[in-house]
């Protein structure tokens, strides 16, 4: 007669561990990242071709986690922090320049806001009842127009580069909070490593627009 019991706590404490250990993943990726950014800044000077190959080896080791999650989640986890370490080198160049042009408080600036940003909607998703998750259509939508317009503006410069990084400020919170409802409704078969991957990749597009945006406000000032 007590049976039901355990299952409804097992329902009530799949999230919340799903969140914890989803947290715990993309936080070790995000300092593995800072760190490679970091030494290649100090000791590599990367040119943006270098980081240009970078970003397409963390491309390819995001096939790798997806292949791997399922039958052995251990080298999944390790393909993912290899590909955070890859992020990390794909953009010290941007970091370089800014540094350069800005000082670190632009660095600095952008990194605090990202963090009190993310936790702003974590909180968001998972105090009100509202399912973000019908919003996906829309984002993926959004999102498709931001790369078409990104690859245009590239070539004509048809569009201000601070408009532009608010827009991807814009179009990553709504994924960021429709991947923080799928942490929340996460079932047994969900996989962290995965869920931490969007987490992690909504955190560092944010990132790099509140840099786009704090180097535009500096350079005006």
Not at 40 to 47: K, S, T
Not at 140 to 165: K, N, Q
Not at 206 to 211: D, E, G, M, N, V
Request: with cysteine; net charge positive; hydrophobic share 55%.
């Amino acid at each position: 007669m007590y049976r039901p019991q355990p299952r409804f706590q097992a329902q009530a404490i799949r999230p919340a561990s799903v969140l914890g250990q989803v947290l715990g993943i993309s936080g070790i990726g995000f300092l593995v990242t800072a760190f490679a950014a970091y030494v290649c800044n100090q000791y590599v000077q990367l040119p943006r071709m270098g980081g240009f190959i970078a970003m397409l080896v963390g491309f390819g080791l995001l096939f790798a986690i997806r292949g791997s999650d399922r039958t052995n989640p251990a080298l999944a986890l390790i393909f993912f922090y290899l590909f955070a370490a890859a992020e990390g080198i794909g953009i010290s160049p941007i970091l370089e320049s800014y540094l350069r042009i800005d000082g670190p408080s632009v660095v600095v600036n952008a990194a605090t806001c990202t963090g009190l940003g993310m936790f702003a909607l974590g909180l968001v998703a998972y105090t009100f009842s509202i399912d973000w998750r019908r919003f996906s259509g829309v984002a993926m939508g959004l999102l498709l127009g931001l790369v078409l317009i990104g690859v245009i503006s590239a070539f004509t410069h048809f569009l201000h580069p601070g408009v532009y990084a608010w827009a991807t400020l814009g179009v990553f919170t709504l994924i960021t909070l429709i991947d923080f409802s799928r942490i929340r409704a996460a079932g047994m078969s969900d996989s962290p490593i995965l869920l931490a991957v969007q987490i992690y990749l909504d955190a560092l597009n944010i990132f790099l627009a509140f840099l786009q945006i704090f180097g535009n406000r500096s350079q005006r000032d």
